[in-house]
């Protein structure tokens, strides 16, 4: 309850909430993003407007137009569909004020997107983990500009440092290392699972297992998941980057990257691609834009155009399923 309590705190604190506000909930409230809405809202006597399911992204757009909404929050996939497959960034949304996006990396080309489609709204990059409670980092909306793809620093309360792997020391900016969490909004374990806890959790401290760079005035740039990394020919690839390369052509909806076991090349990089109704789009106008803009070891093999890709509960991309279906 601590744990709560010091996150909700810090987040009514950066994001200036008062009882004026008025929140679209699309998010699953056993979400731990879900949860931090109404946390945060009920705390300082702000309203919310829930809505049920996200499948008709146009009905949701209504609620919130009719029902005045001041406030959004989504992760990428949200965002993805509201930018590219929705009227969004069409309509006016006069009330709505602040845009919260967290939940994984949103693309800087869809980030750049999204910050035009309302100019009058503040567009609130954050990132977090469910074991920091909710949130552990924000990029203030003003510094958008000149930190574009940075997850800022560490909230209120909150210890962020980014080391490196070998000798746990801090990285110097443009080294890559992992995100280190300490404060009081981190989980003291994994309930029942010692061994799991120690893995995760070293003395207060979560590990994140992100890996990041810092840039010369401490701010964090997320690479990828060290999970997600796709480890081709030698090269370490972030799949992110190849993400980023595919999602600058206009009629692409969604992107995911994922690495496929190879006897050569140990993974080779396979693209999975949501396109934007009517596009006519296909896969080797996508692998040509690649071969241009990236460089020859972050080619994907193999570019997979589908309708839709296997999500989890919080409407996250499931990279471990897209895998299995990648390797078929």
């Known amino acids: 309850h601590s744990n709560i309590q010091a996150n909700t705190a810090s987040i009514v604190q950066y994001l200036e909430l008062t ?11 056993f979400y731990c993003f879900g949860a931090s809405l109404l946390h945060t809202h009920l705390r300082v006597g702000a309203s919310l407007v ?12 209504d609620l919130m137009e009719s029902t005045h909404c001041t406030g959004f929050a989504g992760v990428p996939s949200t965002y993805q569909t509201l930018l590219r497959n929705s009227t969004f960034p069409q309509r006016s949304l006069p009330s709505l004020r602040k845009l919260q996006q967290a939940g994984g990396k949103l693309h800087d080309a869809l980030l750049k ?19 920091a409670t909710a949130r552990l980092s924000y990029l203030p909306p003003e510094l958008l500009a000149t930190k574009l793809g940075s997850i800022g620093k560490g909230i209120p309360g909150v210890s962020l440092s980014v080391v490196r792997e070998e000798d746990r020391q801090p990285v110097k900016p443009g080294e890559t290392g992992e995100i280190i969490a300490s404060g009081d909004n981190i989980s ?6 010692l061994t799991a806890s120690q893995e995760k959790f070293s003395h207060g401290k979560l590990l994140t297992g992100d ?24 090269h370490r690839v972030s799949s992110y980057e190849v993400e980023e390369c595919v999602l600058q052509i206009p009629s692409v909806v969604a992107a995911a990257a994922v690495g496929i076991p190879d006897e050569a090349a140990g993974e080779i990089i396979k693209v999975f691609v949501i396109l934007s109704k009517g596009s006519t789009l296909d896969a080797e106008d996508i692998m040509a834009h690649c071969h241009a803009h990236l460089p ?10 589908t309708t839709a890709f296997p999500m989890n509960a919080h409407g996250k991309v499931n990279k471990p399923e897209l895998r299995k279906f990648g390797s078929s």
């Open 19 to 29: 009882s004026a506000e008025r929140m679209m909930v699309i998010l699953p409230l």
């Open 50 to 61: 829930l809505s049920n399911t996200f499948a008709y992204p146009e009905t949701v757009l």
């Open 113 to 131: 997107e999204l910050i035009n489609s309302h100019p009058s709204a503040k567009v609130y990059v954050m990132y977090g983990q469910t074991e």
């Open 188 to 193: 003291p374990g994994y309930y029942q699972d």
């Open 211 to 234: 890996m990041a760079t810092v840039d010369e005035d401490g701010f964090i740039y997320i690479v990828d998941r060290k999970s997600d990394f796709i480890k081709s020919y030698g």
């Open 296 to 305: 020859r070891h972050m080619y994907p093999r193999e570019i997979i155009i």
